[in-house]
């Protein structure tokens, strides 16, 4: 068990539908990142938060937004959905942003766009 | 664009063969990771590499950073049944931007008993 806790596991949702993944990192990490894994894409950085700040960005489409509370839980919010982002979902967490604090994965959000 | 090739992408091989998966990029990286993914799970870390030349062993992996900090292998003795799973290579430039991993396409072994 990594610690970082993903809801939901399955989203089945259809096309132009929006859905929000929800990401609780390790108790104590300031880090989130997100990822996306694709059959044909392999698996993709999309963004990063540290402590509520947007620090990094990937490959992430305008129609992608994501955020960091105050308690250091993430969100991904995925709107005017396409068949293309049926995908894995991961997220991520740290403590900080260095190689001396590894990444931790959750089990991910499997979405499928029908 | 950095990008960084795994080969083979498939491998298939009985228990107690030794098998070498290849990471390779014409970037360079500051530092190397390789994960371990099974179905139905987030990828886990197995190991860091940082120094150009760098060889760490876990058990019966063992892991090279290229010199030039542009490519990286991972050696499996005596494979397992339980050593199959995808196996994925990621880099990064580090500082921080460090969790902005560039992952390899991944490698899928499978040991056969």
């Known amino acids: 068990d990594s610690g970082v806790t993903q809801t939901p596991k399955h989203l089945i949702t259809a096309t132009g539908q929006r859905v929000t993944l929800r990401c609780s990192p390790r108790s104590g990490d300031l880090s989130v990142y997100w990822y996306q894994q694709s059959l044909d894409q392999g698996l993709q950085f999309l963004i990063q938060?540290?402590?509520?700040?947007?620090?990094a960005k990937g490959n992430i489409l305008e129609r992608f937004s994501a955020q960091q509370f105050p308690d250091l839980h993430s969100e991904l919010n995925l709107s005017s959905l396409e068949l293309g982002d049926s995908a894995l979902y991961f997220c991520?967490?740290?403590?900080?942003?260095?190689?001396?604090?590894?990444?931790?994965f959750g089990n991910g959000t499997r979405l499928t766009v029908t | 664009t950095q990008l960084l090739e795994q080969s083979p992408q498939f491998l298939s091989i009985q228990e107690g063969e030794n098998l070498t998966v290849y990471c390779n990029s014409s970037?360079?990286?500051?530092?190397l990771q390789w994960y371990r993914q099974e179905p139905g799970e987030g990828p886990v870390l197995l190991v860091t590499?940082?120094?150009?030349?760098e060889v760490k062993k876990l058990k019966r992996l063992t892991f090279q950073f290229g010199d030039a900090r542009k490519d990286s292998s991972l050696h499996i003795t005596a494979a397992q049944p339980g050593d199959t799973g995808l196996y994925l290579c990621a880099g990064t430039t580090g500082g921080t931007s460090y969790g902005k991993l560039t992952f390899g396409q991944g490698t899928i072994l499978t040991v056969h008993p």
């Open positions: 590499v940082v120094t150009g030349g």
């Open positions: 991520a967490s740290s403590y900080e942003g260095s190689y001396n604090s590894p990444l931790h």
């Open positions: 938060y540290y402590n509520g700040e947007e620090r």
């Open positions: 970037s360079v990286f500051s530092s």
